[in-house]
């Protein structure tokens, strides 16, 4: 699958453990500097979610480690992304 860098910023700078942005999933700074392996292993090991009526699918992993923080603030194994159907990555968050 394809992350475009407009992806990846994105998902820095609002999901990057510096992101002023309330209410939403965080990573670590180490699944940051990792973020093209932990988004790859997510989509590689799991299976696909679909959503009805989404232009999108969602694949979900839970990790051996601790990725981030979910939306309450709380450290969480788990990594979701959103991925089209041609194979880019829309976004990435730990939930």
Not at 8 to 14: F, G, L, T
Not at 28 to 33: A, K, Q
């Amino acid at each position: 699958m394809l992350m475009p860098d407009k992806t990846r910023s994105h998902i820095i700078s609002k999901h990057g453990p510096d992101s002023g942005t309330k209410g939403i999933g965080r990573f670590t700074r180490s699944s940051i500097e990792m973020l093209d392996e932990l988004v790859a292993e997510t989509v590689q090991y799991d299976a696909v979610r679909n959503v009805t009526g989404a232009v999108y699918n969602i694949f979900e992993r839970k990790f051996t480690h601790i990725v981030g923080t979910d939306a309450d603030g709380a450290d969480t194994k788990w990594n979701r992304v959103y991925a089209s159907y041609l194979g880019v990555i829309l976004s990435s968050h730990p939930f």
